[in-house]
């Protein structure tokens, strides 16, 4: 397929497809199934209880607060809204939960358009197919955290950005809105920006970029505006955004427990002084340990990319409900073998998408992502809007193979996959697993420190 077919297919197969709204339809239909399922015996904890607190306190007071990290507000603003629907209480949860189970499901569309534009209708499918019924993306959504609206912002932007040439003002607009308001949950994909500019230049030259990295960029800063300045107001230039990355470079540096490193920051008075002294604390941890540091973030880096963890967290902290070791262990393995299934299919696609341009651009950014997370402190929450770009891949790896296409050069990726997979199982929380001595899930609710790896 040509780049031109590719673009019409990017514009216009995804509308015209059946099988795609089949598999929207069970997306849907497993997302808010689940969620209506868990919300009986929902218990908050950690992040989402935070959420939900702080979320409710600003609605009483007009006040938003975010906690002992200044974090970004999107999601506090999400739940603000969402509990103008029903108020505070089981109602709030369960529509908020059925909402980030719709947003969940749309991102199939940029998901299909996006293999459709690489490979073809066939990849196209299974694409849509691999993301529809992928555990970690369905259980994100039956959780009060900001991934699943972030993965529906970030993966439209990387769908439709590949649609802009100079000269066009609506679509640089929105797509500049979308990227203020996935940054407003994380603001990693601000730095997806800077890429995009890049490839801007090679295809338009200066006069082209420019004209179209300026609607673009106004349109994000206008989003990003009222919190940057109410931040430099209450903090000065230490907070941007949040104060979080500071933490995350503090906790990826620190040489001794990483309980250490959390009491301290909540024993921190403010917080300029948590980001003052966490990132002199993060710069002397690399500094004193440069070599270890290196060896650390190198770990850090694969484990990003190895097997989802995040949910058998929330599952053993009981998160919905009391469970049984038999049950907890069936979720996990249900977990692991789908994401092995999942990144050796998107391997063996990675050559062929890479023909790409556009692809070739998300590539890009999905390496210097995990470049930039290995010095901090890096779980498998980070990688969530790359689950998109892995449906893409194996859609393409999987409709390859079933035609006979795949070479030599395209199991390559398939063997570096499976280097990462087996170097993933000898982080403490499989050791444990694998062992048979799991007998209580105390075990694991005794630290919350097992489910990191360095």
Not at 201 to 214: E, K, T, Y
């Amino acid at each position: 397929m040509t780049h031109g077919a590719g673009d019409a297919s990017a514009r216009d197969g995804w509308r015209h497809d059946p099988v795609l709204l089949v598999l929207l339809g069970a997306a849907l239909a497993v997302r808010i199934g689940l969620s209506i399922w868990t919300d009986e015996f929902n218990r908050f904890l950690a992040d989402d209880l935070l959420y939900l607190r702080q979320a409710e306190a600003w609605r009483a007071t007009g006040i938003l607060e975010t906690g002992a990290l200044e974090r970004p507000p999107g999601y506090f603003t999400f739940l603000y809204l969402t509990s103008f629907l029903t108020g505070t209480g089981t109602a709030w949860h369960l529509a908020t939960k059925v909402l980030q189970s719709i947003a969940g499901a749309a991102v199939l569309i940029p998901v299909y358009a996006l293999a459709d534009r690489a490979a073809g209708r066939r990849a196209a499918r299974i694409a849509g197919a691999f993301f529809a019924f992928d555990p970690t993306t369905i259980a994100y959504c039956a959780m009060l955290w900001p991934e699943t609206l972030y993965t529906l912002l970030t993966t439209i932007v990387f769908w439709r950005s590949s649609l802009l040439v100079p000269g066009q003002i609506a679509r640089p607009v929105a797509l500049g809105v979308f990227t203020g308001l996935a940054m407003l949950l994380k603001p990693a994909i601000g730095a997806f920006t800077v890429l995009l500019a890049i490839s801007w230049l090679l295809r338009f030259g200066w006069r082209g970029a420019i004209r179209l990295s300026l609607v673009f960029a106004t349109a994000t800063a206008l989003v990003l505006a009222p919190w940057v300045i109410r931040n430099q107001l209450r903090y000065g230039p230490e907070i941007l955004l949040e104060n979080e990355a500071p933490y995350n470079l503090w906790m990826g540096s620190h040489w001794g427990e990483p309980s250490e490193v959390f009491d301290t920051w909540h024993r921190l008075p403010d917080p300029v002084t948590r980001a003052r002294f966490a990132a002199e604390m993060g710069r002397k941890g690399i500094v004193d340990h440069p070599a270890d540091y290196v060896r650390r973030s190198a770990v850090r880096a694969l484990n990003l990319w190895g097997l989802e963890w995040f949910i058998t967290r929330n599952l053993s902290l009981e998160g919905w409900g009391k469970i049984e070791v038999s049950t907890f262990l069936r979720w996990f393995w249900l977990l692991q073998i789908a994401y092995v299934a999942l990144l050796l299919a998107a391997a063996a696609g990675l050559r062929e998408t890479w023909r790409d341009p556009h692809m070739r651009l998300l590539l890009v950014w999905t390496l210097l992502f995990t470049a930039l997370v290995a010095g901090l402190v890096a779980t498998t929450r980070f990688r969530m809007p790359f689950h998109a770009i892995l449906a893409v891949l194996a859609g393409v790896g999987v409709a390859r193979g079933s035609e006979g296409r795949l070479r030599a050069l395209d199991l390559a990726p398939v063997g570096a996959a499976m280097a990462i997979l087996v170097f993933s199982f000898h982080r403490p929380l499989f050791e444990l697993i694998t062992s048979g001595d799991l007998t209580d899930l105390a075990q694991l609710r005794r630290s919350r420190w097992v489910f990191f790896w360095y």
